[in-house]
């Protein structure tokens, strides 16, 4: 890979909605990108064509986040292609909704697998292979203050993540490596509106004190921020970008 480029990342989830932002974003600032899916390359390919189009430098790989040779697989891909890694964004996650009195295991199961298990692995992978003065960023959600029936699964995975990340960053005392979590509000994506009613969209947008929901483009300049040279001294935060949905 050509030298001129400065900084390596690695996007997981960048098949979805956030996470195509993310590396979009990431691209426009000036890293190579390794862009993660799960199940959908066509839509990793396209986010790497587009990052390609413009000018940047990307590679595609698939990883099930809940597997951990196959998390371990995707960051020998990146630094095999890359030689280093600076950055590493953990966007991938599900958000299956259930109410706990109705709920099977295996539901609650493959939540905690992917979100919680899944952050686990990367997050390990990210302590391994991010070099001294780099980033590690991970996701919860501002839903976590809301407590909303049927979302009890996917809040328990992201209390997990918080607590996970602010200990990650005081073990990485030493490395100049700092750890954080974005936390989105309501985000336009298949993650948020995949089975909700017109009305309760309409409902948590205008529940918002900005009146919108957030774009995915909302969230990728906050971790712009956090990955780029003014977020230096951020670090074991909660980034809560809700547009006030709080
Ligand atoms: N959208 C919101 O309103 C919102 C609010 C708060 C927090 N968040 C958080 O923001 C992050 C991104 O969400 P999003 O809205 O962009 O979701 P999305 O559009 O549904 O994208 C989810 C991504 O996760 C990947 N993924 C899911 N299960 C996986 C697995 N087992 N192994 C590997 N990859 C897997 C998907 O890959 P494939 O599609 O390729 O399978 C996809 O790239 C998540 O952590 C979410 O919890 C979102």
């Keep these: ?41 066509a839509k990793a390919d396209e986010v790497a064509a587009g990052i390609k189009a413009a000018g940047g430098h990307a590679i595609t790989a698939r990883a099930d986040v809940a597997k951990a040779e196959e998390v371990s697989a995707l960051f020998q891909r990146a630094l095999d292609e890359f030689g280093r890694l600076d950055v590493v964004v953990h966007c991938a996650a599900i958000m299956p909704l259930f109410r706990i009195v109705d709920a099977d295991l295996e539901s609650f199961d493959r939540v905690i697998a992917t979100n919680l298990r899944g952050s686990f692995l990367v997050l390990k992978e990210a302590a391994q292979h991010v070099s001294d003065g780099g980033r590690i960023i991970a996701f919860s959600s ?25 200990v990650l960053a005081n073990e990485l005392k030493g490395r100049n490596i700092t750890a954080n979590v974005v936390a989105p509000g309501p985000v ?5 509106l995949a089975g909700k009613s017109e009305a309760l969209i309409e409902a948590l947008r205008k529940a918002t004190p900005l009146e919108r929901l957030g ?19 951020v670090n074991a935060q909660i980034f809560r970008v809700n547009g006030g949905f709080a």
């Excluded at 774009?215 to 001294?233: M, N, Y």
């Design 1 to 41: 890979m050509a030298n001129s480029v400065a900084r390596r990342a690695i996007v997981t989830g960048a098949s979805g909605g956030i996470g195509r932002a993310v590396a979009t974003r990431l691209a426009r600032d000036g890293f190579a990108v390794a862009v993660h899916y799960g199940g959908q390359q």
């Design 142 to 166: 501002s839903v976590i203050a809301k407590a909303f029936p049927t979302y009890g699964a996917y809040i328990a995975s992201k209390a997990g993540v918080e607590g996970l990340v602010r």
């Design 188 to 192: 336009a994506t298949d993650l948020f």
């Design 215 to 233: 774009q995915p483009e909302d969230i990728a300049s906050a971790v712009s921020f956090l990955a780029g040279p003014d977020g230096a001294w």
